[in-house]
Each structure stands twice: as C-alpha cells, then as structure tokens.
C-alpha cells in the first residue's frame, strides 16, 4: 500500500456556526446560505471568488448541491455532495484539501446545513435507509433512539459501563454548552436530573438523546499562503482517516472503523494521544463518545467508562472534550452535526472560540461518526489539525 | 409467563372507536419476498446460490460475492439474544399507542443479526427461535419466541398483535349447511371463542345438523342467505358490529365442464354463491368491520374464504366450479388490498376435494371437516394469510409453485382412450 501524502500547505479557516434553533420555519437552503455566508464574511471574499464547495444536508430534497450551485449563484470549479451524516465534517475536509492541495480549487467552502420543522424528524427517519425501512423501523420505530439502546444495552453488559459513566458524560457537556450562546440547551443539568429523566428505550433516557434542531456549519479550505495574504488565523491539518462498514462481522457495533487506521493516523500526525489538547467525539450517544475515547486510542477497549470517571472533560477540565456542548446539548442540526466538532476545533487551535476557548489549545482531534443503515453506524471518520501560525 | 388476556368488558357506545393505526408498511422489493413467506407463516431467508450466504436485511446482490443469483429458502430460525430494548416512545402512532415495546438483537445460529420484536418470555441473552409474520401494515415482521413454550404464551401483547387468534373473538360462520360447519364451530370454540354465529339460508328446509347447531351453547343460528343481498345486508345490520371474525364457507358446487352441462343454470349459481356470496357479505360486512381493527381485546381481525385449490389451476372434472372459485380468489385479492390500509387480514384456506356428497366418487384422500377446522384455527392463531389444508391442496400448491404451465399441461390430459 502506498504511504498517504501529507496535507502541507493547505489550511483550514474562517469557521462559522449559524446559532441553533430547536424548529424553524426556514428551509435547509436559507441555513446553508447563512452560514456559507458568514465564513465568506470572516474571510473577507465574495461568493465569486469561490472555486470549490463541498455541501452535507438531509433536508435539501429534492435540491443537491448541485442545485445550490444556481440557487445561490455560485459557479464552483470543483463540487462535492457529501451524504455522510455524522462523518461528513472530516470527509469533506479531507476532500476539499486534496482537491486544493492539487491545485483543482483554490478556495472551497465546506458547508453542512439542515432545517428543523415540525414532524420533519419523523418525516426524515422514513425516509433514512432501504434496510432501515425494511428491517428496523418496522420494530417498534424507535429510530435511532433504539438502534443506540441496543448498542449501548450491549455495551454495559460487555464493559461494565453504567448509566452513571454515560451521565457523567453528558453533565461535563452540558456545563460545556452553558458557555455556548449558540446552543439550544440553556438549563445545568446534574446527575442527578440524568439519571431520574423519562425513559425513552431503555437503557437509553431522555439525556442521552439529541435534540434535533435547526441549525448550520461552515469553514474554509485553501492555501497557507492566500490565508496568509488575507490575515486569516488558520489550522493545518496533521492527518486524516475515513472508512465505511468496517468489521462487518462483528456481530453487535462494540468498535468503529477507526481501529482500522487509527495508528496510520497517530503516526501521520506524528503525535501521540497525551499530545492532544482537545477532543471532539461525534456524541449522537454517550455510548459512541465513549467508544470513540476507545477507538482512536484514549484507553484501552472496554474501559472509556473509567476513563470518563478519572478525567474532567469540561472546558477547564483536564481533557476538555465536546468544548461548545456537542450534539448533546447544543442540538443536533442533521447533517451539521457532523461538522459541530471539526469547526468548534478549529476555533479553539486559532484561539477565537471565545466562551468556550480551552487554555492554550493547539492540537486537536475531531472525530466523525455515521449513518445508522441498519443496525449500526457505518461511516466513520478521524482527523488531528494543529494551530497555524500567522 | 404472559399474563392470560381477560374478555374484555361490554363496549361503552358512548366511546370513540378508536381509528385503526399502522406499522410502517414501505419495504424495498427484495423484502417482500419475506412478507410473502410471512403469509404462509414460513421463515425465510435470501440464500446466495453461487457461495451459500445467508442475506440479512432483503438485498439484490450477495454481500460475501457480489452474486445476484439469491433465493428464498426455509431456514433455520434458531439463536440467541444479544441485546435487547423497550421502546417507550415513537414517533409512528401504531406503536406509541402501544408502547412500551420490546425489541432486540438477535443473532442466527446461521449467521445472520436480526433486529426483531421480542415476546414477553424471552429471556435476557437467552435462547431464542424467530418467526415470520404478518404485521398489521401486511408486511413480514420477525419475532422472537423462547425455545421452550410458556403458558399464555399466545396472550403476549406484541404476538396477538400480528395474529388473527380466535379467544375472546365473535365470529361469523355463513353456513349452516355445509357439512363442515359443526366441526368449524366446534374447533373454534374450544380455541375459547366468545359468541359464534351461523348463518342459516331457507330455515324452512331441514338440514342434517340442524339440531345439533341449535342446541350447542355459544352458538347462534341466524337467517343468512349468501344469494340474497337483503338478507346479507339485514343480518350485517343486526351483528356487523360485533363481527370480528368471519368465515365464508358458503359454496356451490356441481361437477362438470363446459361441454358436460347443457346450460349456463349450475353456472349461474357457483357464480352466485361462490363469487357473488363472497361479494355480497364483503360490501355488507367489510365496513364495519375494517373500521374495528383496534377495537380493543376482541378488534376485528380476520376475513376468512375457505376456496378450492383448484382455483390455482382447473381441475376440469369440475371445470365450471374451479372457473367460480378462480373467481373468487381473484376477488379475495381485490378485497385484502382493500381490507389493507386497516390492517384486517383476508386468509384464504384452499382445500382439495372435500368429504361431502358432490366428492363422493372421487378418491382419497379427502378434506375432513375435522382438519379443515384445525388448519383454519392454526391458521387465525398464526394470523396466516394462505393456507393449503390436506394432501390434494398441498400437491397441488407445490406443482403450482413449481410451474404453473406444467401443472395445467398434467391438469389438463385428455387421457390414452381410442
């Protein structure tokens, strides 16, 4: 196999995230704009000037990012639609840097945006998968709330893990969003309230749901050198991975298609996991982060719960993780969901996340997680980004 | 152990009925091959005939090779729990209504992870065999049953919920003369029946059971005459309300093709009875009761036609009455589509011939009144939508199955004669 090349030389810049609404009466369209916009903005460029555009969306139907294009009147040299759900944040990444790094775009946005309407969830789970249609709704239609009980059911039995480790997740994520104006959840929550709230498919209660919500996300890739030009603060990026429907024969989702290449990807970045300052897991449940701190190397496997027991993952703590809330407080934006940790890092390496800025962040790990096609997750996605210097 | 369901208390007529609701029905083509074998209650699943993997969730090409070349086989339905889940909320009515809801993961012995409904007696990572039903949307759903049967089993909610059961159920029998009437009612209610009823045409005209139907408790005779659409409508006026189930066994039958009978006279009456009958109770009784499937511990469930087999494909030695039940069955198809967005089930129990006079010269094996009755009460506790009752109907279904085109070429002999 050959050895993958190294991302020298492009950045990634301008993050921008539309505050979130729990409904909206606007459409995926009008919140991909807003925050495509609000990244030109930071960048200080106009539409025209943007040769590349990556686009991540559940509810832009009938309309791709081809129809985007004339919609919002961009002429882009270089095009992606990226249906990757909670991996796509990082997979767009590490295609809009390819793309510049070979000289195909000089400037791509990378934008994830989705509506919120009443009954739109239900709407878009019945329309999610072909074997979800076929072999999971019909069982009680719980959606992913129950596809992530049964993994999270598994998960206890296996490693041990209560809900009071899942709770202690959830509780330092939630002191987290406090900080997070943007975020649709504005209450402290304690253990106590996590472990007392209504049952929604047991194990799973009440705070380890996402609340879906309206919401949108953006950055942009390009060159050191014209992010230099323009005095824009920048990350570069230390390495990536992507990998879909890995450990197909693993009867129960216990590990993500991380394991795979996940020391391919410490080695590419030429760090370790105690260099990291931050993490950003993809929370859709407290039992993915935690087999997300597993997976890209943490701990060992099986014992993330102690892990959550020992460490701080607040803000201030001693391994700040999901620093503006993650999905679990702040909302689930569909689609943006999976881009909520990639541009809350790279706020954070260039030092302007304000509220919830972690004390001399310089190196963080963003990772991605998605598409729940039958019975577990399928896409699964990890990348290390380091502060640029101006 | 389940709790054993109770009969349920006199209807309010104050009340709202409530409005039938429904699992989701949207499957892929693939999947339907799965509902398909749900409708005869047999558990089914995609095996690749090029390298032998066994397919889970319904596809179009084999995840170990890449083979289209898949069918549908009987398989072992054995495995084991490894995770489960109540669901106490959703966002689909049919099951918030009634929540909590218990599924899990299972893994075949055979290979495949299922995500399937769960019964009450299934233990924690215990020991489980699946089967495949019907659900009230007419799609297959799997579900798991401990390997050891428990009392009340059939009492679990999510079980009675995709079967057809006859305990606590008011059922419609359309005929009084059939020989096999006794014995339907019989076997229904000992399968713990509430109220049967039996529909009696020209009470003036003795019949043999006559008597016998009259003094059997539980049982009430009824006018009923399936020819006469003021009769169906004044009967379906009087209990189409408390009909839950009903069982058309009213059918005209002479021997003979076309060129045997000079007339169009016995014709007119297979036609009558077997087709128009079946129209008849339909438009009187159908209403009612499709909007009764959630009606509760004794909802509607179930229509029940008991055809000839010989509607597959004529038997020609009593030609012109395969050609009427061909017609009912055809029927029967338009009704269940019908019946569908209510969740009523249309189960057709095709039979060979029967031991009754118009059979009499014909040889064994026949249909006795006994076994249709203990197919057609399998068959509702199953909730089975087709069911073949005897050896005839049997052979017959798998020369069909096999090939249409061959078993009327072999139907159809004319025999070695001069």
Known sequence: MASRQSYDNVVLTAPYSTPYQRYSINTAHWWIAKALRGSLQQAKLEPKELDGLTVSSFTLFPDSAVGLTQHLGLMPRWLDHIPMGGASGVVAMRRAARAVQCGDADIVACVAGDTNHIDSFRQMLSSFSRFAADASYPYGYGGPNANFALLTDRYMQEYGATREDFGRLCVAQRHNALNNPGAVMKKPLSLDDYLTARPISDPIALFDCVMPCAGSESFLVMREQTAKERGLAYATICGTIERHNAHSEDPIQLRGGWTVDIDELWQMASCQPSDIDLLQTYDDYPVISLMQIEDLGFCDKGAAAEFVRNHDLTIQGDFPHNTSGGQLSAGQAGAAGGFIGLVEAIRQVTNVAGPTQVKNAALAMISGFGMINYDRGVCSSAAIIRAGSL | ?418
């Open chain 2, 1 to 418: 152990m389940s709790k054993p369901l109770q009969a349920p208390p006199k209807k309010n007529p104050q009340k709202r009925t409530v409005s039938p609701t429904r699992p989701p029905e949207s499957r892929s083509r693939a999947s339907l091959g799965l509902s398909a074998a749900a409708a005869e209650g047999r558990f089914a699943l995609q095996h690749c005939t090029e390298c032998s993997a066994i397919q889970y969730p319904p596809r179009d090409a084999c995840c170990a090779c890449l083979s289209t070349a898949l069918r549908w086989l009987n398989t072992d339905a054995k495995g084991s729990i490894l995770a489960e889940t109540t669901v106490r909320t959703s966002t689909k009515l049919y099951f918030r209504e009634r929540s909590p809801w218990r599924t899990g993961t299972v893994k075949l012995d055979c290979g495949p992870v299922i995500i399937c409904h769960l019964h009450g007696d299934c233990e924690q990572q215990g020991r489980v065999e699946l089967i495949n039903r019907l659900d009230r949307s007419g799609q297959a759903v799997l579900l798991a049953l401990p390997q050891t049967r428990k009392p009340n089993m059939e009492d679990d909610p999510q079980l009675r919920a995709i079967t057809s059961d006859p305990k606590h159920r008011r059922i419609l029998i359309t005929d009084a003369r059939n020989p096999n009437t006794v014995a339907l009612a019989n076997a229904l209610s000992n399968a713990g029946a509430a109220l049967i009823f039996v529909g009696e045409s020209e009470s003036w005209r003795p019949y043999p059971a006559q008597a016998e139907l009259a003094n059997m408790t539980g049982v009430e005779v009824l006018p009923l005459d399936v020819t006469d659409t003021s009769s169906v409508d004044k009967l379906a006026g009087e209990i189409g309300g408390k009909t839950d189930i009903l069982i058309n066994n009213a059918r005209f039958i002479r021997p003979g093709g076309v060129l045997e009978r000079g007339d169009t006279t016995f014709a007119r009456n297979e036609m009558e009875v077997n087709y128009l009958g079946l129209m008849r109770l339909a438009q009187a009784f159908g209403p009612a009761m499709r909007s009764r499937t959630a009606d509760g511990v004794n909802a509607a469930v179930a229509w029940v036609n008991v055809l000839s087999v010989h509607a597959l494909s004529n038997l020609p030695a009593f030609g012109c009455f395969s050609a009427s039940n061909a017609a009912a069955r055809s029927l029967a198809q338009s009704l269940r589509a019908e019946f569908r967005s209510s969740g009523l089930r249309v189960m057709n129990v095709y039979v060979g011939p029967t031991e009754d006079d118009w059979h009499q010269p014909l040889p064994p094996p026949k249909v006795l009144p006994q076994n249709l009755a203990r197919t057609m009460v399998q068959g509702l506790r199953d909730g089975l939508e087709e069911m073949y009752c005897g050896d005839v109907a049997k052979d017959v279904y798998e020369r069909f199955r096999d090939n249409p085109n061959v078993l009327e070429r072999e139907s159809t002999l004319a025999g070695e004669g001069a």
